[in-house]
């Protein structure tokens, strides 16, 4: 999921389930001090990318794990689906009320 900016098009907030990232080698004093320990260090979980000051957009991240204003902590298949939507809606202040069906298989 990925929310930017509208009149640049920069990348502010992005979530990645199960997925690896590299962060930067170094850090800059806009860094905020959740990001320090994970300089440099490939992140092998899902994880939550944020925009930084002085970096390219969204190159930073940390594990969703360690991220306590995140709750939506794992996306394991359609099931999560409305509560993953809703939680990034939040994140990013969407008003508008979302109505989400989730179409399941009976075996």
């Known amino acids: 999921m990925h929310f930017q900016e509208d009149d640049t098009n920069i990348g502010l907030l992005r979530v990645d389930y199960n997925g690896r990232h590299k962060n930067p080698e170094s850090g800059n004093s806009a860094l905020p001090n959740i990001f320090k320990s994970y300089i440099g260090m490939w992140i092998e979980e899902s994880h939550i990318h944020y925009f930084v ?30 509560d993953v939507l809703k939680t990034f809606c939040n994140k990013i202040n969407i008003e508008t009320n979302l109505i989400i069906n989730v179409q399941t298989k009976l075996l």
């Open 53 to 82: 000051e002085g970096y390219n957009p969204l190159i930073w991240a940390i594990p969703l794990n360690r991220d306590e204003t995140y709750p939506a902590k794992r996306f394991a298949g359609v099931n999560d689906f409305a």
